[in-house]
């Protein structure tokens, strides 16, 4: 029996590089998983992540930032499996560019992608978390709202907007048995990344070189902080910005 046997979780993101990592690894400890992306071929990925042999599932497309898809995605896992334990707020991204070469729909993406995503599950999901007295929010964050990574102003902006919801959700809905943290990961070697474009290559290897352990994380590395997080057994741990950056900002 792994450690999240009848849990339910929502994962946002699910058709990314480490939102597959997440819906992965909680599969993998049992837990009934709605994965939810905007993107096409949904279920096929979460198919291939979950296994034949994994725990019932359901992949549910939504733009998590408009109208009411977050209300949509909440609403199928209670639908379908009666309750909702575990809230992965994963879905995000950069748009990443010097601050003066952004116009102002990358602006807005930038924020409706990384904040708005998070924000507004958040609040389709806490009453349900709220009336069951038990409930874990994990947020993927970024590392670099501390270090302040070159050409990261907007991302930071957004990202910096899901640590500051993580410490005010997590005092408020602490009388009710729900923690609220954020996983905060430097670079991370996704598909995408790893594919990156030659005119990254250099940003890649300067961010290398500010990381003392001397490379990216890997999905399973956040993947695990983002589990340990949503299980039980991190009860007493709320309100916390985790970072999973080897070492690039400490404290
Ligand atoms: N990979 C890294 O180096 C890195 C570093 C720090 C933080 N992060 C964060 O980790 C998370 C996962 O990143 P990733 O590298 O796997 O990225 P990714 O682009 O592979 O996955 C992000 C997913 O979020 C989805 N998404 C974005 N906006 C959405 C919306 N409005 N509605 C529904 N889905 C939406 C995208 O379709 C995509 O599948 C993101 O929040 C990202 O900002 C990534």
Request: proline residues 4%.
């Amino acid at each position: 029996m792994g450690s999240f046997q009848d849990r339910v979780a929502v994962v946002t993101g699910a058709a990314g590089g480490i939102g597959a990592g997440i819906v992965r690894a909680l599969a993998a400890g049992g837990a009934h998983v709605v994965a939810t992306d905007r993107v096409d071929g949904l279920a096929d990925k979460v198919a291939r992540e979950v296994g034949a042999d994994g725990p019932r599932w359901a992949a549910v497309s939504a733009d998590l930032a408009a109208d009411d898809g977050a209300d949509r995605v909440i609403g199928a896992a209670i639908e379908r499996f009666g309750r909702l334990d575990i809230l992965v707020n994963n879905a995000g991204g950069g748009i990443i560019r010097p601050f003066l070469d952004h116009t102002l729909e990358t602006m807005r993406e930038t924020v409706d992608r990384n904040l708005w995503t998070s924000v507004l599950c958040c609040r389709a999901a806490l009453p349900h978390m709220r009336d069951a007295g038990y409930g874990r929010i994990v947020n993927v964050g970024a590392d670099s709202v501390r270090n302040g990574l070159f050409e990261h102003a907007m991302y930071n902006a957004a990202k910096g907007g899901v640590h500051g919801l993580t410490t005010g959700l997590a005092r408020e809905f602490a009388p009710f048995g729900i923690t609220v943290n954020t996983v905060a990961p430097t670079g991370t070697d996704t598909p995408t990344v790893l594919s990156r474009p030659p005119d990254a290559v250099e940003r890649y290897r300067k961010t290398v070189g500010l990381i003392p352990l001397g490379r990216f994380a890997t999905v399973e590395e956040v993947a695990s902080a983002v589990t340990y997080l949503a299980s039980g057994a991190a009860g007493f741990i709320t309100g916390q910005v985790v970072s999973v950056n080897g070492g690039t900002a400490m404290l």
